[in-house]
């Protein structure tokens, strides 16, 4: 099994993140955000990646370090269970429907951080959720994982279904990166011999 587990403590936030990327998209999520404990929820579930993932943020100042570390931590714990990342298809893509809405992602496990983001929402909260964190939790997630990231929301009216279809979307491509070539088993998916730098 790839699992990993992260702890992580600073002034602002108190976290414990696990995960198994070999799991049956079991979680248990308490970040102390409704709209994103469904959020990490549906990423968990579509993927296919166990997560327990434990949050306590200084949410009366905002949720700005509750979300932003929360991906953090996600992200870290991944790269941990990914270890050398040998077997790893490395890329997953795919078009996700909502409803009215379809969004875009591709990806590539690269050891090379970037988040390309078009998508925006209408109005400026989701439940209690201020709907400017989720390019950030992106872009953390991104960065602490190692990801080449795209996201698009190519249409759609409804703000939720924009949101849920981007994280259904990014839970489907992950699952496909993540999953084993049987075939290369042994390698690192790189001309290199490694990946990232």
């Given at each position: 099994m790839r699992t990993g587990s992260i702890t992580r403590k600073t002034e602002e936030t108190d976290i414990a993140v696990s995960v198994n990327l070999d799991g049956t998209g079991t979680y248990k999520v308490d970040t102390g955000i409704g709209f994103l404990d469904h959020m990490i929820e549906q990423f968990s579930r579509h993927s296919l990646i166990d997560i327990e993932c434990r949050v306590k943020g200084d949410l009366h100042v905002d949720q700005h370090h509750t979300t932003?570390?929360?991906?953090?931590?996600?992200?870290?714990?991944?790269?941990?269970?990914?270890?050398?990342k040998k077997g790893i298809t490395r890329y997953g893509h795919t078009y996700s429907p909502m409803d009215e809405a379809l969004c875009r992602v591709a990806l590539d496990i690269s050891g090379r951080p970037v988040l390309v983001w078009k998508a925006a929402f209408t109005q400026p909260?989701?439940?209690?959720?201020?709907?400017?964190?989720?390019?950030?939790?992106?872009?953390?997630?991104?960065?602490?994982?190692?990801?080449?990231?795209?996201?698009?929301?190519?249409?759609?009216?409804?703000?939720?279904?924009?949101?849920?279809?981007?994280?259904?979307?990014?839970?489907?491509?992950?699952?496909?990166?993540?999953?084993?070539?049987?075939r290369k088993a042994d390698a690192v998916p790189s001309t290199k011999g490694i990946l990232g730098g």
């Open positions: 932003e570390d929360s991906a953090i931590a996600l992200g870290q714990a991944i790269s941990q269970a990914l270890g050398d909260r989701l439940g209690e959720m201020d709907t400017e964190l989720f390019e950030h939790w992106f872009q953390s997630i991104s960065q602490a994982a190692g990801i080449t990231l795209h996201i698009e929301s190519l249409y759609g009216s409804n703000n939720h279904h924009i949101i849920e279809g981007i994280y259904k979307g990014f839970a489907r491509a992950m699952r496909a990166a993540i999953a084993i070539d049987p």
